[in-house]
């Protein structure tokens, strides 16, 4: 059974600071991750992609992968209020004829004033 | 513009009356993809497309139906809709596989089954 999991909050950190989301899965042979931001009512919208160990940067937002723990993190920088939101991690694990991508149930966000 | 849209964009029905919610995409998306959102369940894919007349289950598949006849529609059929199909309903494409794109998702439909 592939899995993804997240804490589902919600963190809570003050304006400025680090937000640090986690984000562990099952599938061994999964090759592609992504973090997903979904304000209240709305759609989620693709914040960052990653397919290979390490970090990826993008602005404010670090993307950390390691398949040997079956781990995948967002970082994200001088928080703002307007990061409070629903942070969905999705895994795909691409198999012949089997190109699905799970969800976690996803961390709220609310950053402090 | 680049878009997904859905619709209806909320629907109340009784059970068993057919309905379908429709989804289009204006991209030329060859990936599309259709997912229900439960609070505490998160977002569960139902069934997904690769391409024009290829259909495949997701992992929560039973009591829906859809089909692809042309590359820009996907309309999710839910035949005889139960109280438990009451749910966010998101439509998703996207340019290729979804191992390495994006996937662009529609405003949602808020489905009520009484």
């Known amino acids: 059974q592939k899995e993804v999991e997240q804490n589902s909050g919600p963190l809570s950190v003050p304006e400025g600071a680090i937000a640090s989301l986690n984000c562990t899965y099952s599938d061994r042979v999964s090759q592609s991750f992504f973090w997903y931001r979904q304000y209240s009512g709305k759609s989620p919208e693709l914040i960052m992609s990653i397919y290979s160990n390490g970090d990826k940067e993008d602005g404010r937002f670090t993307a950390q992968l390691n398949k040997a723990s079956q781990y995948v993190s967002l970082l994200i920088r001088d928080s703002q209020p307007s990061d409070s939101a629903t942070y969905l991690c999705a895994v795909m694990s691409s198999r012949w004829r089997d190109d699905k991508i799970i969800f976690g149930k996803g961390t709220r966000l609310h950053i402090l004033p | 513009e680049a878009q997904v849209t859905q619709n209806p964009r909320y629907l109340i029905t009784v059970t068993g009356k057919k309905l379908t919610v429709t989804c289009s995409q204006n991209m030329n998306h060859e990936y599309m993809s259709w997912y229900r959102q439960d609070p505490g369940l998160g977002l569960r894919q139902i069934y997904y497309?690769?391409?024009?007349?290829?259909?495949d289950k997701g992992d929560v598949p039973e009591g829906y139906k859809v089909s692809r006849k042309e590359k820009r529609n996907f309309p999710l059929i839910l035949e005889s809709p139960s109280p438990n199909q009451t749910s966010l309903y998101f439509c998703?494409?996207?340019?290729?596989?979804?191992?390495?794109?994006?996937?662009?998702f529609g405003p949602g439909t808020r489905l009520t089954v009484l």
């Open positions: 497309s690769m391409n024009v007349e290829v259909t």
């Open positions: 998703a494409s996207s340019p290729g596989t979804v191992s390495y794109n994006e996937q662009f």
